[in-house]
């Protein structure tokens, strides 16, 4: 109560924070009267001006208003399209890095336009961050020309291809038109680039793996706007971004557990928990699984794989099902995104859960692949020097884009008042009864030509209801993961009088629903059959269309405009408001209501036992839907305790990707300092004292000499390493007694037999050795770290049961596994360097054994190798006496 009323005097934090944005709208308006007298030439100079400016030193804040005000005035002049206050506004909210959220059809893409123009200007380059191909390549080519006519370069990148923005470029396909193909290199090094999160993350991903900062494509993570923010970095939160390659392992495995599955009994051999989306195998299944497969013990070590591959078979056959989780197409298992309902070719479910599925439909199972590469899209976006986002739906997820990515949202009122009206949930007692009900309420829309979409949450429930409409004669289109390249335009006709469309969750978002449809679509239906029209003939069909979509939209506004009808509750509110807010675009006319029974998935799983009593309570009846703001309310709390409870998962999986984001950036940033430095022998020298040091300590531990210095050890570890000649050395130091001038002799040495190296080999040879080999142990030993810290993850929850945090405890051994990693690569790098030997053209030529290509391999040194001999036995921990740069358990004690 309190709260409520501070917030009729003071008004929300949304609206001081939008009242701070007045002035500026106003200074952009009162520019509007002189800017509309410059000339195109006087509009185009004014991006030199601007750039001027700033090398002056003004800030982009100094010329917002006066950039935002050209960028308006040329959209008037090149789009037929004015960016209105609100829009303004949103444009203000992006350039400050926060979130914009703005309704369905307020004019997103043009928006991003004012921000996208002044945040150019400095020349370090603007993302554009979209969800699919198709919204990147339809942005650049309707954005394209207001930045063109300011004489700024876009690109544009896709899943095979890259473009640039080119308005005199015309293509044998009309929908690439404008789209000039370049490399990927040159689509980022444009002053705006559009591209998917998927390809963004996948290109810095590569851009790590390579062995030149030429080939690099990206530039410096400067400013990026996420459009459909909420959809990019929430839901997509959880999947990781992973380059792998395939791995050794036999697939057999898979079809022999595949067999045994069936053969396991729920609730007697394993449990089931839909929440978690887990498997557990119970003690008698356990022991049933042993005698299936044919092993004593099921969790021995040594079969602990076997386990694993059992789960996973497990959860392949109870939780994943055909058409809702995936489909099959052409013998491949393609994953369906859970919240769009988009089929994510290439994309695999990891741990062996994709192969599982793979089995239990019968098809080829793809050989198991182990990460090369890996990041998640939190982490990546976060590495954005600025950030901001837009979206219809953010401010019930304000929390999570706040704690993670420290990104505010601003709620942008709509330029003309809503206009939808929101019923209440009908709910019914089964499934059979609400399906009945939506059937009958299409039918009724249907009768009066007024336009339905039909909102499902899966591809299978999509399908059913389509038989259910075919049965009753009711016209439709589908439009859902299956029909994915069809989608923008479907849609696009989804506000024609008397259509019904069926949309899996929120496909085909991006794209607005206009009231009887969509002229330029209309036109291209009319020609379809008409494969070389000419321009005259297009101009006359278009304006025919728009004829058409006039009149239809006057019958589309009598009948009450566009009826959203959700078949189901999502998890998620803001799944529900975007389904929703296709409706009621720029003031039109618009009504929702959802369809709800006790067999949904969320009523059954989060609901409770509570509604259904309930229900029970108000004396239910099978046909006769229940409409209870008591209901409702249980039904938005069971909601926001699932968004509760994925947001702590999503924040669970962050404190522990963290870990390993220092660590990859810690590798990556290495690895550009090796490809930038003409040079490594700064970090060489560096690399041999500190080795030289480590051997020092464990093998001559006190200050003077004494019987503790293992003189045997330092000679066969310096051997193992350096290669240095033991007679020769032991000579050098056999009279030196006291450890500084130890640690003075033996680095001096190192360092004349890497001098002694460098003219055997000559400078330029060496440099470019030591620069690959360097960069192919880091890769090598990385991608085992991967795998390693995957397995170190999948294990560390148990630590719980031994009172321990799972997180700290994960923390302390990923940070000795990357010593670990960096001794190895020290370690096998220097043994590599030391013990290399370049042979002559005659030499080469000489012996049969060796190809004339190759310039350098590994060897001893001359002198025979003396047989290591060991006076003490070294530490678990502590380096193996042979050299081999591994921990003494790892290697020769192991």
């Keep these: 109560m309190i709260g409520y009323v501070l917030k009729k005097i003071f008004g929300t934090n949304n609206e001081r924070e939008l009242k701070k944005l007045v002035p500026l709208v ?10 509309s007298k410059l000339s195109d030439s006087e509009l185009k100079d004014k991006t030199g001006e601007f750039r001027t400016r700033l090398q002056n030193g003004e800030t982009l804040d100094d010329i917002l208003t006066e950039a935002f005000a050209v960028v308006r005035e040329v959209s008037k002049r090149i789009l037929s399209m004015r960016h209105f206050d609100m829009q303004l506004v949103g444009g203000i909210v992006l350039h400050q890095g926060k979130i914009s959220e703005m309704k369905t059809g307020e004019g997103k893409t043009l928006v991003a336009t004012l921000p996208v123009y002044l945040n150019a200007l400095d020349g370090r380059g603007v993302h554009v961050v979209t969800v699919n191909d198709y919204l990147a390549r339809r942005d650049t080519q309707w954005m394209g020309p207001i930045y063109n006519f300011l ?92 380059i792998s390659g395939p791995s050794e392992e036999s697939t057999d495995k898979y079809y022999k557990i595949n067999k045994m599955i069936p053969k396991l009994k729920k609730e007697i051999d394993y449990t089931i928990d839909e929440k978690a989306k887990n498997a557990i195998l119970t003690e008698e299944g356990a022991i049933h699984a042993e005698r299936l497969i044919g092993v004593e013990n099921l969790f021995d070590p040594i079969n602990i794989e076997l386990v694993h591959h059992v789960l996973q078979g497990l959860k392949a056959h109870s939780l994943y ?108 007692k089964n499934e059979q009864a609400k399906y009945k009900a939506v059937i009958e309420t299409i039918k009724e829309c249907n009768s009066i030509a007024q336009p339905v979409l039909v909102g499902t949450i899966s591809i299978d429930k999509s399908e059913v209801l389509s038989k259910e409409l075919k049965k009753a004669g009711i016209p439709h289109s589908v439009l859902n993961a299956k029909h994915h390249d069809k989608e923008a335009e479907i849609v696009a006709q989804a506000g024609r009088s008397g259509a019904v469309t069926i949309a899996t969750n929120m496909a085909g978002r991006g794209t607005d629903i206009v009231l009887g449809g969509n002229p330029k679509g209309l036109a291209h239906d009319m020609l379809k ?49 975007q389904l929703r807010g296709r409706s009621g675009r720029q003031g039109d006319p618009g009504t929702s209501r959802f369809f709800l029974s006790l067999e949904d998935d969320l009523m059954r799983i989060f609901g409770s036992d509570r509604i259904s009593g309930l229900m029970g309570r108000l004396g239910m009846e099978e046909d006769i839907p229940i409409e209870n703001k008591m209901v409702s309310r249980a039904i938005a709390n069971a909601q926001k305790k699932v968004e509760a409870h994925n947001f702590d998962i999503r924040k669970h999986l962050l404190e522990y990707d963290d870990v390993m984001n220092k660590q990859r950036t ?42 503790n210095w293992d003189m045997v050890s330092l000679l066969d570890s310096l051997f193992g390493i350096f290669g240095v000649p033991q007679k020769e050395l032991k000579r050098q130091i056999e009279d030196i007694k006291h450890i500084d001038a130890l640690r003075e002799k033996i680095p001096a040495v190192l360092k004349d037999l890497y001098k002694k190296k460098e ?11 030591e620069k690959v080999t360097l960069l192919q142990l880091l890769d090598t030993q990385w991608k085992d770290h991967l795998l390693a810290m995957d397995h170190l993850k999948e294990g560390i929850g148990l630590r719980g049961y031994g009172q321990k945090d799972p997180l700290v405890e994960y923390k302390k051994e990923a940070f000795d596994m ?63 006496t042979c050299g081999s740069g591994k921990k003494y358990k790892k290697c020769c004690g192991k």
């Design 26 to 35: 106003e200074l952009i308006n009162d520019q509007e009267a002189a800017v």
């Design 151 to 242: 004489g700024l370069s876009v690109g544009a990148i896709q899943n095979d291809d890259s473009f640039i923005y080119d308005p005199s470029y015309k293509s044998e396909y009309e929908k690439l038109d404008f789209l000039n193909p370049c490399t990927r290199q040159e689509a980022y090094h444009a002053d705006i680039t559009y591209g998917t999160n998927n390809e963004y993350g996948f290109d810095y991903l590569r851009d790590n793996m390579k062995y030149e900062l030429a080939e690099f494509s990206q530039r410096e993570l400067n400013y990026a706007i996420v459009d459909e923010v909420d959809s990019i970095l929430i839901d997509e939160a959880r999947t990781p971004l992973i």
């Design 321 to 428: 099902r055909k058409d809702t989780d995936y489909v099959v197409t052409d013998g491949e298992v393609i994953i369906v995104d859970e919240f769009t309902g988009r089929l994510m070719p290439g994309r695999r479910w990891s741990d062996g859960l994709h192969q599982a599925i793979e089995a239990k439909e019968g098809v080829k199972i793809e050989s198991e692949n182990q990460t090369l590469a890996t990041i998640t899209f939190q982490n990546f976006f976060r590495m954005y020097n600025k950030l901001a986002g837009m979206t219809g739906t953010a401010d019930t997820e304000a929390e999570e884009f706040g704690k993670i990515y420290n990104l505010d949202v601003m709620v942008i009122p709509t330029n003309r008042p809503m206009n939808r009206t929101d019923l209440p949930d009908s709910i019914y």
């Design 529 to 577: 059959d008409n494969k070389e029209y000419t321009d005259e003939e297009w101009i006359k069909t278009l304006s025919k269309a728009e004829e058409i979509c006039a009149r239809d939209k006057e019958k589309v506004i009598a009948a009450g405009g566009l009826f959203i009808l959700g078949t189901e509750r999502h998890e998620a509110r803001r799944i529900d408001n």
């Design 666 to 707: 810690e590798i990556y940033s290495f690895r550009r300092e090796i490809l930038a430095a003409e040079s490594l022998q700064e970090q060489i020298m560096e690399m041999i004292e500190d080795t030289a040091t480590d051997i020092l300590e464990r093998s001559c531990p006190e200050d003077t000499y004494t019987e």
């Design 759 to 769: 003219e055997e080999m000559g400078e330029h040879v060496l440099r470019y050795f």
């Design 818 to 880: 990357f010593s670990d990693l960096t001794f190895r690569v020290t370690g096998e790098f220097l043994t590599r360097l030391f013990h290399i030997k370049v042979h002559s053209e005659e030499e080469i030529e000489r012996s049969s054994t060796f190809k004339r290509q190759p310039v350098f391999y590994n060897r001893s040194d001359n002198e025979t190798p003396q047989t290591v001999r060991k006076s003490k036995k070294p530490g678990r921990n502590d380096p193996c």
